[in-house]
């Protein structure tokens, strides 16, 4: 809600990620919670 609400904001600064940072830095973390919290069945 936060992130929403700030992207309408017109003198909030524009925050970029390269697909790196996106690859290496959050996208394991969030598969992995997924994968532990994911039933087997």
Given at each position: ?41
């Amino acid at each position: 809600m936060a992130g929403a609400g700030a992207s309408f904001v017109p003198w909030f600064p524009e925050i970029t990620l390269s697909s790196e940072v996106v690859l290496i830095g959050l996208l394991p973390p969030l598969l992995y919670a997924t994968a532990i919290s994911t039933s087997l069945v």
